[in-house]
């Protein structure tokens, strides 16, 4: 089989970690033999922070959005008053996405990450259907438009897409983030999209932050074309927030 180099990206908005190099070498070899994959990690902040770059094997950025308006109100971050259970196994966490199991495999994906944010001891996150649609036209865009990053080509950010969905009151305090990736082959099941994630730290940063509550995931059973190596796989967004 050809080994093919495993690609994990990230991309800043306002802020950015940028990590790539060499991992150990049974991780590297397991995942380089089944195909490629590529991670992104976006959170927004009020203000750009400092950027640090560190070199490993898998690169991650980033981007997380805060805003907090509105004297007195409840502070963003509080824990929901219920949270969905978070099931033992998460069914169809190895599917190869494919159009006629999309929503098993976005199902898996939220529970993967669910188990990850429960062995934090973290409340899991609730599935948005606005969030969802921004999720999934994200994923639709990047294929559609050959790019893999959190802003698109006309300049939207993550933050600026959400805005625009109406999931945030009007005059709230809110709390954003989101994770992109991509993977071929045996690298765009569920399980490997969230061990990516988690193996990164910006991805992690997001995946185990205990501000937020609501989650939308986004999956498209094709790569970017340009990144695809022509293989088959598919490409994951999702989006976290939180507001008052």
């Not at 976006?42 to 750009?48: E, F, G, Q, S």
């Not at 969905?84 to 190869?96: I, R, Y």
């Amino acid at each position: 089989m050809t080994i093919r180099a495993l690609l994990i990206r990230l991309v800043p908005v306002l802020a950015c970690m940028l990590l790539a190099g060499a991992a150990p070498a049974a991780a590297a070899s397991r995942v380089a033999a089944s195909g490629r994959a590529s991670a992104s990690a976006a959170r927004h902040a009020k203000r750009p922070a400092a950027r640090r770059c560190k070199r490993r094997t898998r690169k991650a950025r980033p981007v997380r959005c805060r805003a907090r308006r509105g004297a007195g109100k409840r502070p963003v971050g509080r824990a929901p008053a219920t949270s969905p259970s978070v099931p033992a196994t998460c069914a169809g966490a190895d599917l190869a996405p494919t159009p006629d199991d999309i929503d098993q495999v976005r199902s898996a994906t939220t529970c993967l990450v669910n188990q990850r944010r429960a062995d934090a001891g973290l409340p899991a996150l609730r599935p948005n259907g606005v969030l969802q649609g921004v999720a999934q036209a994200h994923s639709q865009e990047m294929v559609a438009l050959d790019y893999f990053a959190h802003n698109s080509p006309t300049g939207q950010t993550p933050a600026a897409r959400v805005l625009a969905s109406g999931y945030i009151p009007a005059g709230s305090a809110w709390s954003l983030g989101e994770n992109i990736a991509f993977g071929t082959s045996e690298l765009g099941t569920p399980r490997e999209i969230v061990k990516a994630w988690m193996a990164s730290p910006g991805h992690r940063e997001n995946i185990l932050d205990s501000s937020y509550r609501d989650t939308g995931m986004g999956v498209v059973a094709a790569a970017p074309p340009s990144m695809s190596g022509g293989e088959p796989g598919a490409t994951y967004t999702q989006e976290f927030g939180a507001h008052s």
